[in-house]
């Protein structure tokens, strides 16, 4: 009886070693090293700037106490006129795309208001009215310079909306409260699009949240074998 008691305290105490072996700081950088190339890639496929790749921070310091044990974030903006003109707008998540087409159509209905105001008596000399005062219909009626300030007008107005893309992958040590998966070491990984310009702030309303995927691993190795079908995935959510 006492050797089979003795058999389960030494088990469990080698499952202790191998879960507290797991160096997290290593499997941070790890994830640092193979973020980066996905929002590089992803970047130049929206014609993005401003990519930020960065290990998450894990240590407390003043002011600051961390929820997780580290993890990397990337993310990149894209411009909405940019993303509008290219194109690409429609391969926003559906939600991301309804929302972001209302804020253009209210913009531009303002634009031309305005536009119209200013310019009234030129675009009524043309036959128009305001339900024309567009880049196309100016530029059909042989106002090309009209056409063109309004497009440099339009250009500005939007020129504060952003779109920020990205990912983030978190890491939890068993014995975090907040681990999904308590007492082994897991990761908690998704994709986002947030339109809350300029600050982008995590609003609902202004933001995409993809799929959580969430997975457990026992080592560094086990992390880099399961984290790559999880990157992948992140990769495609946002492509």
């Given amino acids: 009886m006492l050797s089979k008691e003795l058999k389960k305290i030494s088990k469990s105490i080698v499952a202790i070693d191998e879960v507290n072996e797991v160096d997290l700081d290593q499997v941070g950088i790890y994830l640092v090293g193979q973020v980066e190339p996905i929002i590089k ?11 930020n790749i960065e290990k998450v921070e894990s240590q407390s310091r003043d002011g600051f106490i961390p929820l997780t044990e580290g993890g990397a974030q990337g993310s990149f903006y894209v411009d909405l006129s940019s993303l509008e003109g290219s194109g690409n707008l429609s391969s926003l998540p559906e939600k991301a795309v309804k929302s972001l087409n209302k804020i253009l159509e209210n913009g531009y209905s303002y634009v031309a208001k305005d536009f119209y105001k200013d310019h009234k008596e030129e675009i009524d000399n043309l036959g128009l009215t305001i339900d024309d005062v567009d880049y196309h219909s100016l530029y059909e009626a042989g106002a090309g310079e009209l056409a063109e300030s309004l497009s440099n007008i339009e250009y500005e107005f939007f020129s504060d909306d952003t779109i920020i893309l990205g990912v983030e992958i978190y ?30 702030r995590h609003i609902d ?22 984290i790559k079908p999880v990157l992948n995935k992140l990769k495609s959510e946002l492509s």
């Avoid at 890639?41 to 929206?46: A, H, K, Q, V």
């Avoid at 040590?173 to 300029?198: I, L, Q, R, T």
Wanted: overall charge negative; some cysteine; charged content about 25%.
């Fill in 41 to 51: 890639d992803l970047e130049s496929d929206w014609e993005g700037y401003s990519d």
């Fill in 171 to 200: 890491l939890y040590h068993p014995d975090n409260s907040g681990n999904p998966n308590k007492g082994k070491y897991s990761c908690y990984a998704y994709s986002y699009v947030n339109w809350e310009a300029p600050y982008h």
């Fill in 205 to 226: 309303q202004f933001e995409w949240v993809g799929p959580e995927h969430i997975f457990t691993f026992s080592s560094v190795e086990d992390f880099q074998k399961k």
